[in-house]
């Protein structure tokens, strides 16, 4: 089965601190996420940018507007995907990402969604 995560945090929280506090909280992901890389499971795994766009279909044209969109404090940081038997070992395997692994992450409300793929194409 083929699992996505989105790795959430709360940029007001992330933002009210000093870079040079980001950055040490950051450098401590590398070694945890090459861990996590050591599964073998992980298909895919992307930081993301916080410029986001919207794209839908209003009286027959594409409608571009910014974001984010929700009414809520988080935002989407990273996603990944990977392989994994059931919903338990997914997530045993995500349990293994930074997001879960890094104390400080509790500061800025890092968490992480766990959702099963119904179509997955890889043109490898």
């Known amino acids: 089965m083929i ?3 989105m790795g959430y945090f709360n940029p007001e929280k992330m933002d009210a601190r000093p870079r040079a ?3 040490a909280v950051m450098s401590e ?22 410029e986001t766009k919207s794209l839908r279909r209003v009286n ?10 929700t009414e809520t404090k988080e935002m ?8 994994a038997e059931s919903m338990d070992e997914a997530i045993q395997l ?3 990402h930074p997001t879960t692994q890094i104390s400080r992450g509790e500061e800025f409300g890092w968490r992480i969604e ?3 793929v119904h179509y997955f194409k890889n043109d490898k």
């Open 3 to 5: 699992f996505l995560c």
């Open 21 to 23: 506090e980001i950055d």
């Open 29 to 50: 992901c590398q070694p945890v996420v090459e861990n996590f890389y050591k599964s073998g499971n992980v298909l895919i795994d992307a930081g993301l940018e916080s």
């Open 60 to 69: 027959g044209k594409v409608i571009v507007t910014d974001g984010p969109f």
């Open 76 to 83: 989407i940081g990273s996603i990944f995907i990977f392989e």
């Open 94 to 96: 995500a349990s293994l």
């Open 114 to 116: 766990i959702r099963p």
